[in-house]
Nanobody, 122 residues
Framework: QVQMAEFGGGSVQPGGTLRLSCRAS???????MSWFRQAPGKEREWVAY???????AYVDSVRGRFTVSKDIDKNVLYLQMDSLKTEDTAMYYC?????????????????WGQGTQVTVSS
């Protein structure tokens, strides 16, 4: 029984900052967790992952601006988003694979949150 829920989305101006949170219940943080996003008319895109022992990876377009982290004691996954751009506008989802290894393919993730909207506009 796994449940995930995202929080922290909103509307900001370009250059602004948001921090997304994902509370995962019934999910082992020994497994991989990722953030995905999907903009209208576009395919869902992998954004970042964090593995069992803290190894992280990012899609090229957000590297240096976004930071993924986790609090194992609180069962919370975070995505710190700095220097936001209009092209970051999307619905953001947290996802868990249930596996120790990490993948960038959405087909490898079986646990998903409902999504939280991020809108960046002037």
């Amino acid at each position: 029984q796994v449940q995930m829920a995202e929080f922290g989305g909103g509307s900001v101006q370009p250059g602004g900052t948001l921090r997304l949170s994902c509370r995962a219940s019934g999910y082992s943080f020994d497994s991989c967790m990722s953030w995905f996003r999907q903009a209208p008319g576009k395919e869902r895109e992998w954004v970042a992952y964090i593995a069992r022992f803290g190894t992280t990876a990012y899609v090229d377009s957000v590297r240096g601006r976004f930071t993924v982290s986790k609090d194992i004691d609180k069962n919370v996954l975070y995505l710190q988003m700095d220097s936001l751009k209009t092209e970051d506008t999307a619905m953001y989802y947290c996802a868990g694979s249930g596996r120790l290894g990490c993948s960038r393919s959405q087909s490898e993730y079986i646990y998903w949150g409902q999504g939280t909207q991020v809108t960046v506009s002037s």
